[in-house]
């Protein structure tokens, strides 16, 4: 058994996965295009879609694809929760993902972590960044 998490973009899987992988250290395994697939496309535009792909950030596996504009909603009630072993890593990813994005909690000390931040990122996927256990 695994588990995963899969995200709707709206639009921007492709763009996000590649910021992923250049900026969190991921390996993207899939990115299929609506256009390469079985999925017939429903115009043009939809062929350079993402139907499907997957990117393994850390032996954790996101996957994601592309919906159609009329049925993405804003991701809300989860975070993905970034687990590094090193304050510097907090402040590294942080800076990467608040570009373009909504900052919720600069890294701070809490009384569980020496570094903690929130921030959702110019995808609209939230993240919780967290040093130590």
């Known amino acids: 058994m695994s588990l995963s998490f899969h995200i709707d973009f709206n639009g ?6 590649t910021f992923y992988a250049d900026h969190l250290g ?9 256009k390469d697939s ?6 043009a535009s939809h062929g350079e879609k993402i139907v499907h792909a997957n990117i393994s950030i850390d032996g954790v596996e996101l996957a994601g694809a592309d919906v159609d504009a009329s049925r993405y ?7 993905v929760l ?11 990813h942080f800076n990467a993902l608040q570009t373009g994005g909504h900052v919720i909690l ?4 809490t009384f569980w972590s020496p570094c903690y931040a929130i921030v959702t990122d ?8 967290n040093c130590g256990t």
């Open 82 to 92: 970034l687990g590094v072993d090193a304050e510097d890593k907090v402040h590294t």
């Open 106 to 109: 600069a890294p701070q000390k």
């Open 73 to 79: 909603q804003r991701l809300r009630g989860f975070y």
């Open 12 to 17: 921007q899987c492709e763009e996000a996965f």
């Open 122 to 129: 110019r995808f609209g996927v939230p993240w919780k960044i």
């Open 38 to 43: 079985p999925v017939p496309a429903v115009s």
């Open 26 to 34: 991921g390996k993207i395994g899939t990115m299929l295009k609506v």
